[in-house]
């Protein structure tokens, strides 16, 4: 595992379990990293309610309930897909905060955006913010750490 960002869970874990608070996640390019890295975290299971990896849009409509419209007009890859799936994944899990991952890891584009573009979504206190990335896309699991480790790190902001 990639320490900096193990770092950065161990720090969102602890924040977490300090304001007693639980998170869920919903990601698509990652395939489940940023759960993995929350879980890899001792003490995780007292903060971590859920995750669901969808990478079909079909199990992101069906499981996520992310409406087919957005899907259809705005892409997998959008702004309002994450919004979405972070308010969706926080409402189907109850926990305190739903975030979520969705972009393009490479080589190729989607959704008319290039390799690197990835959005990330937070929903907390009924309130939703997603934050579009641009990573240079060295390579697919580069693109996913640094989704991950951004993503990490925008929650713990908005915890302290």
């Known amino acids: 595992?990639?320490?900096?960002?193990?770092?950065?869970?161990?720090e969102l874990v602890s924040r977490l379990k300090a304001?007693?608070?639980?998170?869920?996640?919903?990601?698509?390019?990652?395939g489940?990293?940023?759960?993995?890295?929350i879980t890899a975290v001792?003490?995780?299971s007292r903060v971590f309610e859920m995750g669901i990896t969808s990478y079909s849009n079909r199990i992101k409509?069906?499981?996520?309930?992310?409406d087919a419209e957005?899907?259809?007009?705005?892409?997998?890859?959008?702004q309002q897909?994450?919004?979405?799936m972070a308010e969706n994944v926080r409402s189907?899990?109850?926990?305190?905060?739903?975030?979520?991952?969705?972009?393009?890891?490479?080589p190729d584009g989607q959704d008319g955006y290039s390799a690197g573009v990835v959005f990330v979504g937070i929903s907390y206190q009924n309130h939703t913010a997603v934050h579009k990335l641009e990573i240079e896309p060295r390579d697919r699991n580069f693109v996913r750490e640094s989704a991950v480790l951004e993503l990490l790190n925008l929650v713990i902001t908005l915890l302290k």
Do not use: F, P, W
Not at 70 to 78: E, I, N
């Open 92 to 106: 189907i899990s109850s926990a305190d905060i739903g975030v979520s991952v969705t972009g393009v890891a490479g």
């Open 42 to 44: 001792s003490g995780a």
């Open 70 to 78: 957005t899907l259809k007009t705005h892409g997998a890859v959008s």
């Open 32 to 37: 489940g990293m940023l759960s993995s890295y």
């Open 19 to 30: 304001n007693r608070l639980k998170i869920a996640t919903a990601e698509s390019c990652t």
């Open 61 to 66: 409509n069906s499981i996520l309930k992310v």
């Open 81 to 84: 897909t994450a919004a979405q």
């Open 1 to 10: 595992m990639n320490t900096e960002i193990l770092k950065s869970a161990e």
